[in-house]
């Protein structure tokens, strides 16, 4: 959200919860979601334009609330592109009911049906929006049979477009009604259907409303309809809108932008249809403590829980929060309790840049979104959303609350950032600002994970994909005001030895004075993986007196750090010190540390050391159609194929290990071997020899 100004005009406002709605808009990428926001916002608002869907807009979450039928409706508009999950996923939390926006020219993707699926699980409400319906190959029917098809039983039509002369979208026929609602005059005029609709409304209607009935409280209704009785249109329709709310239907609406055909239609859907905050569960709440609290109650006199979906920085009114309420009151002005323990939740994997943190802060100035117009807002009750000014010290997924009665909400489930960044300041300028930038950048978005690597000293940005790459780096730059340039990524390796090897360390030095002394001799044996460094001692006759033997093996051990052949540490070898000399005066320990040091560097050469590459564990899901694709691509990264588990959904998990060097980058390639339908995590797994061919290009020319 950019706010483009502070209008003085107050927004809608709900004196109690049961006028909210909070509707999710959500599809595939170039679905027609954002420009359908847009409509709605113009249906709705007088004066309001809609605006065009271009730049950051098309990739982040956008909220407008509106007031329509004596209903709040919060839209939540949330980008269809994969590589900004994040947002959906807040939109998803900040919702209540879900709209699939779904183009009739392209159908439904992977990805959508995913998303079907999990809003089944959790019991959310759905509906459909069919877009596009002008578009050259667009054809309602075939579309409406793809979503029944791949999701599930419930999804039926409850009306039908009807086209004009020059086969342009003109109207909806509605089916329940036989109501004919008509926009060529360029607004909603309903008149009874015509003679000419009733083969149309006798092929659809009969199991539409057989349909709707199913999920009718009065157990005797589908028999008496069946036995030829007729059934009341309002109690249709009050069993249609209660089947909607409990998430068992799921009614489709073809919509035009361009003749706003099926925008009062929908409109009505989403504020009689879908429910009110007070029927869907609210997420369970603990102290910061992690000590259970009660039930949330969605309650304007309850206490306080909220929660912040979304931070971003806002040049003209700075950084600002979009809140949801689940329980109590949020005013301004009011000091309220901010806790934020992500990396918690998270299992430490976003520890860096996500600190645990339990402060007290007052709460700005509040606003009602409008896209990008803020409104003033007096209070937000619970069930609503609101925009908060300068809320410093709050991140995305943090709990605001009480500050007498402090909570937690456990944050929504984030994917892992899988494909790595890694960057470094372009000037040194840029490099004194780079940190600060970094900060704030991971405070408002937690899908990306900032890593600096203590070993191959690079700053690493872990990302969802690469337009998700090219946002951040545009938010450094235009926002922040740093360059950064990318740099290949470096692994980081290990060298160990491959066979037996003796080595010879003399460090003599004599230049005047007190000199320094020691020789020593051992032999290296690898070990097998993981299995660290040993030391042994086979001296006889005292040949390295004893107190300088530990000085040998931590020698040995500060070069073991080092590296002998390109620069990695060394690992899982045994060292066996077999022999040496000494000088009664000129040996000290840090002359035997030198030699032991020496000696290991002796030994190595190019026949004896090899290097060693980290291995992930990776686990892919992917539709069944696909899994021969994806294995062969595993096999073609040196991966090793462990094993295939089908499920009952249609979708395949594939276990394997994977050179890490070879994943890189998987979180792009993966998703054009499966057209978007896969999914993958990786975990360390150890490390393995790297190929003769690959070490060379690691080695020193």
Known sequence: MTAKAIASTPGPHANTPGEIRNVVLVGHSGAGKTTLFEHLIAATTPDYRAKQAVGERSVQLAVASVSHEG???????????????????????????????????????????????????????????????????????????????????????????LHGDDEAIIGNLGLLSEQIYDYSSGQQVAHPAEARHRQLIEANRSDLIEAIIQESEDDTLLDRYLGGEEVDLEVVTRDLLTAVSRGRFYPVIPVSTETSVGTVELLHLLTAAFPAPTLHPLPPATTPGGDPLPPLECDPDARLVAEVIRTTSDPYVGRVSIVRVFSGTLRPDSVVHVSGHLATFAGGERLEGHASHDDEERVGLMSSPLGELLRTKAVAIAGDLCVVAKLIKAETTDTLSDKDAPALIEPWIFPDALLPLAITAATKTDEDRLAGALARLVAEDPTMRLEHNAETHQVILWTMGQAHVDVLLSRLRDRYGVKVESEPLRMALRETFVSVAKGHGRHVKQSGGHGQYAVCDITVEPLERGAGFEFADKVVGGAVPRQFIPSVAKGIRTQLEKGCLAGFPMVDLRVTLTDGKSHSVDSSDMAFQAAGALALRDAASVLTVTLLEPVDSVSVVVADEYVGAVMTDLQMRRGRVLGTEPDTSGRTTITAEVPATEITRYAIDLRSVSHGTGTFTRAPHGYEPMPPHLVKDQLPQ
Do not use: H
Request: aromatic share 8%.
């Open 71 to 161: 209903v709040v409706l919060n839209l939540i508009d949330t980008p269809g592109y994969p590589d900004f999950i994040g947002e959906l996923r807040a939109g998803l939390r900040a919702a209540d009911a879900a709209l699939f926006v779904i183009s009739a020219a392209d159908g439904v993707d992977g990805a959508t049906m995913l998303l079907w699926e999990e809003c089944a699980t959790i019991g959310m409400p759905r509906a459909v929006a069919v877009t596009k319906l002008d578009a050259a190959r667009a054809d309602f029917e075939d579309t409406v049979a793809i979503c029944q098809r791949v999701f599930g039983e419930g999804v039926m039509a409850i009306y039908l477009p």
